[in-house]
């Protein structure tokens, strides 16, 4: 599990030195890439249906779904230049999209938004966030989901991020 604490210094180890001094971290939390659920739950069947053409075990069937659904989910990813989970580093002047890999953390920065210059937009989606960033003169965009469950050991850093980015001021 990792505290808020952790997630910021994890952020700029990979942002470098001069980020905690000129333009420090002010927030981060770990997201993932809004998922186009349609296209997900085609893939799922697709995979159910061919798993089950080969197999007529139930359990062998469902991990068929499970394997297809990641493939899915990582091949999106991958075709937008980033990775299913991310970090979101806030500072004041913007907004870093670093990668997130399970069980070690950031290895490298994907993209960064200019505050300035980016419409953010937070919405409800149940327990989650939709967090979509849209700079129009760079013509980058970028949709990311957060949870705000209070049982989730993510909640805390992603709630910060997105107080931060919901009041800039």
Avoid: C
């Amino acid at each position: 599990m990792n505290s808020e604490t952790e997630l910021i210094e994890k952020a700029e180890q990979i942002l470098g030195p001069n980020t905690s001094t000129s333009d420090p971290v002010l927030a981060a939390g770990i997201f993932g890439l809004q998922t186009n659920y349609a296209a997900i739950a085609v893939a799922g069947v697709a995979a159910g249906a061919l798993t089950g053409a080969v197999t007529d075990n139930p359990l062998a069937m469902g991990a068929g779904v499970g394997v297809a659904n990641h493939v899915a989910r990582t091949v999106d990813a991958e075709g937008k230049g980033v990775t299913v989970r991310m970090l979101v580093a806030v500072t004041l002047k913007s907004i870093r999209i670093l990668d997130w890999v399970t069980a070690s953390g950031p290895t490298k920065e994907l993209l960064s938004f200019e505050r300035a210059n980016t419409e953010v937009q937070i919405t409800k989606f149940g327990l989650s966030r939709h967090l979509n960033f849209r700079d129009n003169a760079a013509g980058t965009s970028l949709g990311l989901t957060g949870s705000t469950a209070p049982f989730s050991a993510e909640s805390k850093g992603d709630k910060l991020v997105l107080h931060l980015l919901a009041d800039p001021g």
